[in-house]
């Protein structure tokens, strides 16, 4: 990205069209928008996906003669339609003989320069531009322009809503149901119009409608509407003389509405007289652009870097998935984001590595991603139950209700086979949900969210925990059995008969944490709510006790003079990595390459991706000290050092999401391998590095993941002691930080990074002071005020 700011890409390559179209898609939070040609028909190398945030739908499939149930993100009627011809000619179909893609990602513009030749040789030029208003997000346009170069006479114009399509985007997904939408009500008017509403099953009514306008040479023509519609499929084609030279501009301004919307009766009256009442394309845009104009404000983070580029493409995508528009409703973050069908849609605890970015910049957005855990308490109580335990048990991935929607099988493509998954006993899950709400609170102090929404999960969290963990005697220490860590290569032992590992090293030490955390949220919560939840959940004194007790004494393994990944970690074999990385290039798959061997990963060690290291990343190295001496462990910073360079040499990154982590632990004790990881995490998606994956949608915890390593990483800002403290380690590249956050209420405090100083400044009209410190020094900043420390 040679330009900081414009995402572009030259000429066709059927290799990259998918991964060009999930890079270069438009979305505002509400829906996005995959970046297909118009023309172009989901199959080969295209995937004209369109998803609306939280629209999931279940389907039965049957493999290997068992039915399994699975929810899928639907893709939504394909709004994008738009093709040419000259009277009698091929309608085009791509691809053009020349184009240029053009993603600008100041104003969230995708731009198409392109042009055309029929069988012929009647040239035509093509512009088209498209937007998900981020000003109005229940509209989305797309303006064509098309300018015969050689030719003059009858140009037609075919535009479609198309709600016959499926979910067909992953091809490892072929063979499962893929069918969520019925075709309700639909009609192509005389006058250009067209609507059309869909539902899925559980009975969500989806509304597309839109109108036209058409312009030659600047002023608008009428053009002769010829429409046809069947079910679930609505076309008309415009018709006008042209000449050469003579710019035709076609807008196609589409207004979706669902049932589920707030505010909205008839989803299908709203989507046509939303459609209706829009402006033009321009006065649209215009809206837009501001709105993006003010998100960038924002989000501002200016670095003295070079190649910036990759940077605002992560935050583009964040933003295009997580704005005010999704935190209307009521949706998760999908880990793929809302660009593609991969991990069907659902929502695992990648929001962890998001939230870190938005509680200090948008805490609104992360309040509501919470609210949303919160809502589904019922759904983890209900697990929790079906375990034989007390508590809540949020499920590794959902979607719509809070379900577990974890696979039961997948497919292994090398071998063909179609194996048992048990990612489900990730239980760790539950701790993040745990973290995110303490971070929440200790980055906004929003205690209100706390005592009304945010402790009753925490301490159902912590019950889960408490009834979870087994007494052994022989050790004296509790233990957490039959669970997964992060590390989703390993999900059993290779001499056991059932799935799940024992005392995973960062679910025990995090459940630690969340037992100290539930204690302290009852203490800080204002009495009378505090004795409202104490009788609602029937907490009696000895419960918090109890946790204190478990907290203390679960058990983490130790091998080598480092932390084990778990109990009984130092019985698996070493794999001979030399070999296998002579055989193998690419390693990131080894569970699927042994696999395929007839051999199984979980005999060795090797790690698809961080996880002991997790522990570094979620907690400061003082805090992961205190944590594990509270256990009972002596730590310090060479346990830390041992245990990373363990297993970074054990950790193939089979995840994006384990160069973020990398990068973060590296940072104090190798920088110049911590900026390797960050670049890798930081460019993830834009150079498709999981070969092949993002074409299925990006890799949202990545993407923020590599944005929060300059944000509070490389600056080393934490918030403890109620202040705001900065310990910064700028990588050789990174020359300064500049950027701007919001802490406690306070909606401005810039804060700028060099090598020599660090410099923080409060917005004039807070309200009150804020405590700064930089190393060791602190000091309080009133409003207005600035304050430079040296290094
Ligand atoms: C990773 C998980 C992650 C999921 C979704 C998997 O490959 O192992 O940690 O949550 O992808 O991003």
Request: charge should be neutral; hydrophobic fraction near 40%.
């Given at each position: 990205?040679?330009?900081?700011?414009?995402?572009?890409?030259?000429?066709?390559?059927?290799?990259?069209?998918?991964?060009?179209?999930?890079?270069?898609?438009?979305?505002?939070?509400?829906?996005?928008?995959?970046?297909?040609?118009?023309?172009?028909?989901?199959?080969?190398?295209?995937?004209?996906?369109?998803?609306?945030?939280?629209?999931?739908?279940?389907?039965?499939?049957?493999?290997?003669?068992?039915?399994?149930?699975?929810?899928?993100?639907?893709?939504?009627?394909?709004?994008?339609?738009?093709?040419?011809?000259?009277?009698?000619?091929?309608?085009?179909?791509?691809?053009?003989?020349?184009?240029?893609?053009?993603?600008?990602?100041?104003?969230?513009?995708?731009?198409?320069?392109?042009?055309?030749?029929?069988?012929?040789?009647?040239?035509?030029?093509?512009?088209?531009?498209?937007?998900?208003?981020?000003?109005?997000?229940?509209?989305?346009?797309?303006?064509?322009?098309?300018?015969?170069?050689?030719?003059?006479?009858?140009?037609?114009?075919?535009?479609?809503?198309?709600?016959?399509?499926?979910?067909?985007?992953?091809?490892?997904?072929?063979?499962?149901?893929?069918?969520?939408?019925?075709?309700?009500?639909?009609?192509?008017?005389?006058?250009?119009?067209?609507?059309?509403?869909?539902?899925?099953?559980?009975?969500?009514?989806?509304?597309?409608?839109?109108?036209?306008?058409?312009?030659?040479?600047?002023?608008?023509?009428?053009?002769?509407?010829?429409?046809?519609?069947?079910?679930?499929?609505?076309?008309?084609?415009?018709?006008?003389?042209?000449?050469?030279?003579?710019?035709?501009?076609?807008?196609?301004?589409?207004?979706?509405?669902?049932?589920?919307?707030?505010?909205?009766?008839?989803?299908?009256?709203?989507?046509?007289?939303?459609?209706?009442?829009?402006?033009?394309?321009?006065?649209?845009?215009?809206?837009?652009?501001?709105?993006?104009?003010?998100?960038?404000?924002?989000?501002?983070?200016?670095?003295?870097?070079?190649?910036?580029?990759?940077?605002?493409?992560?935050?583009?995508?964040?933003?295009?998935?997580?704005?005010?528009?999704?935190?209307?409703?009521?949706?998760?973050?999908?880990?793929?984001?809302?660009?593609?069908?991969?991990?069907?849609?659902?929502?695992?605890?990648?929001?962890?590595?998001?939230?870190?970015?938005?509680?200090?910049?948008?805490?609104?957005?992360?309040?509501?991603?919470?609210?949303?855990?919160?809502?589904?308490?019922?759904?983890?109580?209900?697990?929790?139950?079906?375990?034989?335990?007390?508590?809540?048990?949020?499920?590794?991935?959902?979607?719509?209700?809070?379900?577990?929607?974890?696979?039961?099988?997948?497919?292994?493509?090398?071998?063909?086979?179609?194996?048992?998954?048990?990612?489900?006993?990730?239980?760790?899950?539950?701790?993040?949900?745990?973290?995110?709400?303490?971070?929440?609170?200790?980055?906004?102090?929003?205690?209100?969210?706390?005592?009304?929404?945010?402790?009753?999960?925490?301490?159902?969290?912590?019950?889960?925990?408490?009834?979870?963990?087994?007494?052994?005697?022989?050790?004296?220490?509790?233990?957490?059995?039959?669970?997964?860590?992060?590390?989703?290569?390993?999900?059993?032992?290779?001499?056991?008969?059932?799935?799940?590992?024992?005392?995973?090293?960062?679910?025990?030490?995090?459940?630690?944490?969340?037992?100290?955390?539930?204690?302290?949220?009852?203490?800080?919560?204002?009495?009378?709510?505090?004795?409202?939840?104490?009788?609602?959940?029937?907490?009696?004194?000895?419960?918090?006790?109890?946790?204190?007790?478990?907290?203390?004494?679960?058990?983490?393994?130790?091998?080598?003079?480092?932390?084990?990944?778990?109990?009984?970690?130092?019985?698996?074999?070493?794999?001979?990595?030399?070999?296998?990385?002579?055989?193998?290039?690419?390693?990131?798959?080894?569970?699927?390459?042994?696999?395929?061997?007839?051999?199984?990963?979980?005999?060795?060690?090797?790690?698809?991706?961080?996880?002991?290291?997790?522990?570094?990343?979620?907690?400061?190295?003082?805090?992961?000290?205190?944590?594990?001496?509270?256990?009972?462990?002596?730590?310090?910073?060479?346990?830390?050092?041992?245990?990373?360079?363990?297993?970074?040499?054990r950790t193939v990154h089979g995840s994006t999401l384990s160069s973020v982590v990398h990068a973060w632990v590296l940072t104090r004790c190798d920088r110049r391998a911590s900026w390797r990881h960050f670049r890798d995490a930081l460019t993830a998606d834009l150079v498709d590095a999981q070969g092949g994956t993002t074409r299925e949608g990006v890799h949202l915890g990545a993407m923020a993941g590599a944005?929060?390593?300059?944000?509070?990483?490389?600056?080393?800002?934490?918030?403890?002691?109620?202040?705001?403290?900065?310990?910064?380690?700028?990588?050789?590249?990174?020359?300064?930080?500049?950027?701007?956050?919001?802490?406690?209420?306070?909606?401005?405090?810039?804060?700028?990074?060099?090598?020599?100083?660090?410099?923080?400044?409060?917005?004039?009209?807070?309200?009150?002071?804020?405590?700064?410190?930089?190393?060791?020094?602190?000091?309080?900043?009133?409003?207005?005020?600035?304050?430079?420390?040296?290094?």
């Open positions: 990205m040679p330009d900081p700011w414009r995402l572009r890409y030259t000429g066709y390559a059927p290799a990259e069209e998918g991964l060009r179209e999930a890079l270069c898609a438009v979305g505002n939070g509400y829906l996005v928008t995959r970046g297909a040609a118009p023309e172009a028909a989901a199959g080969g190398e295209h995937y004209p996906g369109t998803y609306l945030a939280g629209c999931y739908d279940r389907a039965d499939s049957e493999i290997g003669g068992r039915v399994f149930t699975h929810e899928d993100l639907v893709n939504c009627p394909n709004w994008l339609p738009v093709t040419f011809r000259c009277e009698g000619a091929e309608w085009f179909t791509g691809p053009p003989v020349e184009q240029e893609l053009e993603l600008d990602l100041r104003q969230g513009v995708l731009t198409r320069r392109a042009v055309c030749v029929d069988g012929v040789g009647r040239r035509t030029r093509l512009v088209q531009r498209r937007i998900a208003s981020q000003a109005s997000p229940h509209l989305a346009a797309l303006e064509t322009v098309l300018t015969a170069e050689n030719w003059s006479g009858r140009l037609e114009v075919r535009s479609a809503l198309d709600g016959t399509v499926t979910n067909a985007g992953v091809p490892r997904y072929a063979g499962l149901a893929d069918r969520h939408l019925t075709p309700l009500r639909q009609e192509a008017c005389p006058d250009g119009e067209l609507w059309l509403e869909v539902a899925t099953g559980p009975g969500r009514r989806i509304a597309f409608a839109a109108r036209h306008r058409v312009r030659a040479g600047g002023r608008p023509v009428e053009a002769e509407v010829r429409a046809r519609a069947r079910p679930g499929l609505v076309t008309q084609i415009l018709a006008l003389d042209v000449t050469p030279g003579r710019p035709v501009t076609v807008d196609k301004v589409v207004a979706v509405h669902t049932s589920h919307d707030p505010a909205t009766g008839d989803p299908l009256e709203a989507a046509r007289q939303l459609a209706a009442e829009a402006a033009d394309f321009d006065r649209l845009l215009a809206e837009h652009a501001l709105r993006w104009e003010q998100l960038w404000e924002r989000l501002r983070i200016d670095a003295d870097l070079p190649g910036l580029g990759p940077l605002h493409l992560d935050l583009f995508h964040l933003l295009q998935t997580c704005s005010e528009h999704s935190a209307d409703l009521d949706v998760g973050i999908p880990a793929r984001g809302l660009h593609g069908e991969a991990y069907r849609g659902h929502v695992f605890w990648d929001e962890l590595f998001v939230l870190r970015v938005l509680n200090l910049r948008l805490p609104e957005l992360a309040r509501a991603v919470l609210r949303y855990r919160r809502r589904r308490l019922d759904a983890a109580r209900r697990a929790a139950r079906a375990e034989g335990r007390r508590g809540a048990s949020y499920p590794w991935q959902s979607g719509s209700d809070g379900q577990e929607q974890s696979p039961q099988v997948h497919l292994n493509p090398l071998s063909g086979r179609w194996l048992p998954d048990h990612t489900h006993l990730q239980r760790h899950i539950g701790s993040a949900v745990a973290y995110n709400i303490w971070e929440y609170y200790r980055a906004t102090g929003d205690l209100d969210f706390l005592a009304e929404a945010g402790a009753e999960p925490l301490l159902e969290i912590a019950r889960y925990w408490a009834s979870a963990a087994t007494h052994d005697p022989g050790r004296d220490r509790w233990s957490i059995r039959g669970v997964l860590g992060p590390d989703e290569y390993h999900d059993a032992y290779p001499w056991a008969r059932e799935p799940g590992l024992d005392d995973n090293a960062y679910t025990n030490v995090l459940a630690s944490w969340v037992l100290a955390r539930a204690r302290d949220a009852l203490r800080v919560l204002p009495e009378r709510r505090r004795g409202e939840l104490t009788e609602r959940l029937a907490l009696d004194a000895a419960e918090p006790e109890r946790w204190q007790e478990i907290g203390r004494r679960l058990h983490v393994p130790f091998h080598d003079g480092v932390i084990s990944q778990f109990d009984g970690y130092r019985r698996l074999a070493e794999l001979d990595w030399e070999t296998y990385r002579r055989r193998y290039p690419d390693l990131r798959r080894l569970d699927r390459i042994l696999e395929a061997e007839g051999d199984t990963v979980n005999r060795y060690r090797a790690s698809k991706q961080a996880d002991v290291l997790m522990l570094w990343y979620l907690f400061s190295a003082g805090e992961v000290r205190d944590l594990l001496r509270r256990l009972g462990h002596p730590a310090g910073y060479e346990l830390m050092r041992r245990t990373v360079s363990y297993y970074l040499d944005v929060d390593l300059l944000q509070r990483c490389y600056t080393g800002l934490e918030l403890r002691e109620d202040a705001l403290w900065l310990d910064p380690q700028l990588p050789w590249a990174l020359g300064s930080l500049d950027l701007d956050v919001r802490y406690r209420g306070h909606r401005d405090v810039r804060i700028r990074v060099d090598r020599h100083s660090v410099t923080v400044a409060l917005g004039a009209d807070a309200e009150r002071p804020v405590r700064v410190g930089v190393r060791s020094t602190a000091v309080a900043l009133r409003p207005g005020e600035s304050h430079k420390f040296a290094l």
